[in-house]
C-alpha cells in the first residue's frame, strides 16, 4: 500500500510540473550550450509530416551545469532534426525528484527521461557498482574508451531489463582528497588519517587498505567537522568541493582521482520503443554531440575551480599515472575488485577493464 501511495504521489507532482509547461507554451530559454559546436549542418528531413501529432518529451534534470548546458543542447538537436516532430520540456535542477526517485519515475512512465548519478541506482542495476570501484581508470582518457567501446555500449544496452533505454553516460566526474596535513600524492601521505567517506562498502574498504581511518558522517556536518578538526580529510568531486566551499578549511586539494562517477541518461523503454525510426536516429545525433559537448564543458569548469583554489591559496597536487598506479596496486594487492565483482551481475565486465 505504501509503495501505491508513493507513486501516486510522485505522478501528481510531476503531472503538476508538466501542466504548468504546457501552459506556459515556451520550449525553454536556450543557455551557453545554444549554438555550441555540432549544432551546425545539413537540414533534415522531418520525422513526420503535417498532420502528425507531435510528441513530448518531459526531461529531468540534475543541478550540474554542465549537465544542464548539455541538455539543452541535446533538446536543441533533437527538435531541429525532427523538424518539430519532438518537443522536449526540461526540467533541471532536480525539479521533479531526486535522481533516484526520477528514475524510478521514469520506469513507471510519469516522466520520459531522467538524469542520475550511477551511484543511488546500483540497487536497480547491479553493473553499476563498475563505477565504485577506485582506481579502476587512472584517467579520463580511459574512462571515455570504456563508455564509447562496445563494453560500454553494453552496460547501456542492459539497461533494457529494468525498463528504461540507456541513452548517454555523461560527466559527473572523479573523486578527490583534500586535507590540511600534506600534500598527498602516495598512500603512505593518507595513512591514519581520519577521512571522511560515504557509508559505501567499497569506499570503506578501500580507505582502510591504504592505511587511513575512514569515517561515514552526514554530509553536512563535513564542512564543520574538517574547520574543527573532529576529521582531517574528505574525498569528492571539484565541483563539490567548490560548492560547499570545502577549500576555505582545506590547505591541499589533491588529484587523486580515485574513484569516477558518471552521470546516466535514461528514457522510460516503452516511449523509446514508440518513436519513429526518424526520431530515434535523431536522439541518436543529439546523444553523440551533446555527450562530447559536455565532457568538453566539464573539463572547462575543473579547469576553473582549479584555477579559483589555486587564487585562494589552496596548494593543488597533480598526481601522475604512476603515482596514481601506487594506490591502483593496494586496491589490487587487498582484492578490493573483487568485493565489486560479487556485486555484479557482470563481473567479466570488471575484469576485461582491468587487462586492458
Same mark, same amino acid.
Given at each position: 500500500?505504501?509503495?501505491?501511495v508513493?507513486?501516486?504521489s ?7 510540473a508538466?501542466?504548468l ?8 530559454? @536556450? ?9 551546425e549542418? $545539413?537540414?533534415?528531413?522531418p /520525422?513526420?509530416? &503535417?498532420? =502528425? ?6 526531461f ?15 533538446k ?8 518539430g ?5 526540461l ?6 525528484a531526486?535522481?533516484?526517485?526520477a528514475?524510478?519515475t521514469?520506469?513507471?512512465?510519469d516522466?520520459?527521461m531522467?538524469?542520475?548519478?550511477t551511484?543511488?541506482?546500483?540497487t ?15 584517467n ?12 560500454g555500449?553494453q ?10 533505454k @540507456?541513452?548517454?553516460?555523461w560527466?559527473n566526474?572523479?573523486?578527490?582528497? $583534500?586535507?590540511n596535513k600534506? /600534500?598527498?600524492? &602516495?598512500? =603512505?601521505?593518507v595513512?591514519?588519517?581520519k577521512?571522511?567517506?560515504?557509508e559505501?562498502?567499497v569506499?570503506?574498504?578501500?580507505w ?15 564542512f564543520?567537522a ?13 565541483g563539490i ?5 570545502f577549500?576555505?578549511v ?10 569516477y562517477t558518471?552521470?546516466?541518461?535514461v528514457?522510460n ?9 526518424e ?11 551533446a ?19 589555486e587564487?585562494?591559496g589552496?596548494?593543488?597536487v597533480n ?6 598506479s ?12 573483487d568485493i ?9 565486465w570488471?575484469d576485461e577493464?582491468?587487462?586492458?
Amino acid at each position: 500500500m505504501k509503495k501505491s501511495v508513493k507513486r501516486i504521489s510522485i505522478t501528481l507532482a510531476a503531472i503538476m510540473a508538466l501542466s504548468l509547461t504546457a501552459c506556459g507554451g515556451g520550449s525553454g530559454s @536556450g543557455g551557453s550550450a545554444s549554438g555550441s559546436a555540432g549544432t551546425e549542418g $545539413t537540414a533534415s528531413t522531418p /520525422a513526420t509530416t &503535417s498532420g =502528425d501529432e507531435v510528441v513530448k518529451i518531459s526531461f529531468a534534470g540534475v543541478t550540474s551545469s554542465s549537465a544542464k548546458e548539455a541538455s539543452e543542447l541535446w533538446k536543441e538537436i533533437v527538435e531541429r532534426e525532427t523538424g518539430g516532430s519532438v518537443k522536449i520540456d526540461l526540467f533541471p535542477d532536480n525539479m521533479l525528484a531526486d535522481d533516484r526517485v526520477a528514475v524510478e519515475t521514469t520506469q513507471f512512465g510519469d516522466i520520459d527521461m531522467a538524469t542520475s548519478s550511477t551511484s543511488p541506482l546500483c540497487t536497480m542495476y547491479a553493473d553499476f557498482y563498475l563505477f565504485d570501484s577506485p582506481y579502476l581508470f587512472l584517467n579520463k582518457q580511459e574512462v571515455y574508451d570504456y563508455i564509447d567501446s562496445d563494453l560500454g555500449k553494453q552496460m547501456l544496452d542492459g539497461m533494457e531489463s529494468v525498463g528504461l533505454k @540507456g541513452m548517454m553516460l555523461w560527466e559527473n566526474g572523479f573523486r578527490n582528497f $583534500t586535507n590540511n596535513k600534506v /600534500a598527498a600524492s &602516495s598512500p =603512505d601521505d593518507v595513512k591514519g588519517m581520519k577521512v571522511r567517506t560515504m557509508e559505501n562498502e567499497v569506499h570503506l574498504a578501500a580507505w582502510k587498505a591504504f592505511g587511513a581511518n575512514p569515517t561515514p558522517m552526514a554530509f553536512a556536518e563535513v564542512f564543520t567537522a574538517l574547520q574543527q578538526g573532529t576529521i582531517d580529510a574528505q574525498e569528492n568531486p571539484l565541483g563539490i568541493i567548490d560548492a560547499n566551499k570545502f577549500q576555505e578549511v582545506q590547505k591541499y586539494v589533491s588529484q587523486t582521482q580515485h574513484v569516477y562517477t558518471p552521470y546516466i541518461i535514461v528514457m522510460n523503454l516503452d516511449k523509446w520503443n514508440s518513436l519513429t525510426p526518424e526520431q530515434q536516429a535523431a536522439m541518436e545525433k543529439a546523444n553523440k554531440e551533446a555527450t562530447d559537448f559536455q565532457r568538453k564543458r566539464s573539463q572547462e569548469i575543473e579547469d576553473e575551480i582549479l584555477t579559483s583554489f589555486e587564487a585562494q591559496g589552496v596548494t593543488v597536487v597533480n598526481l601522475t599515472d604512476a603515482e596514481k598506479s601506487a594506490f591502483q596496486k593496494v586496491i589490487q594487492d587487498n582484492n578490493i575488485f573483487d568485493i565489486v565483482k560479487d556485486k555484479m551481475s557482470h563481473p567479466e565486465w570488471l575484469d576485461e577493464i582491468l587487462a586492458r
